[in-house]
């Protein structure tokens, strides 16, 4: 089971970048696939998440209505559009997933609860 996070990059405030999930070694359409970020600093925060199938989408107050995550099961691929990116939006962006099939974990965000993650992709939003 690994996972590929990558479309990171260096972006000015205001800008757009599209992160992706890529899953090898398993059926990614039957897992809920989370966003996690990690500053310098800080802890490891949950950014948004979606369910198996794409049916239920998540985010945290900090980038809803600027985020959207997606879903391609016929690539393997989840997706994060990020739009209107501020510098506080600066970390190390994670997917991760979930051991159980088709469960979203009752605390989206709760990192404990994800057992697969990717290497992380680093976004750096500049003012």
């Known amino acids: 089971v690994q996972l590929q996070a990558s479309g990171g990059g260096l972006v000015q405030a205001g800008g757009s970048l599209r992160l992706s999930c890529a899953a090898s070694?398993?059926?990614?359409?039957?897992?809920?696939i989370g966003w996690f970020r990690q500053a310098p600093g800080k802890e490891r925060e949950g950014v948004s998440c979606?369910?198996?199938?794409?049916?239920?989408?998540y985010y945290a107050d900090s980038v809803k209505g600027r985020f959207t995550i997606s879903r391609d099961n016929a690539k393997n691929t989840v997706y994060l559009q990020m739009n209107a990116l501020k510098p506080e939006d600066t970390a190390v962006y994670y997917c991760?997933?979930?051991?159980?099939?088709?469960?979203?974990?009752?605390?989206?965000?709760?990192?404990?609860?994800?057992?697969?993650w990717g290497q992380g992709t680093q976004v750096t939003v500049s003012s």
């Open positions: 991760a997933a979930p051991t159980e099939r088709l469960w979203v974990p009752p605390l989206v965000f709760d990192s404990t609860a994800y057992h697969h």
């Open positions: 070694g398993f059926t990614l359409r039957y897992y809920a």
């Open positions: 979606i369910s198996s199938y794409g049916g239920s989408t």
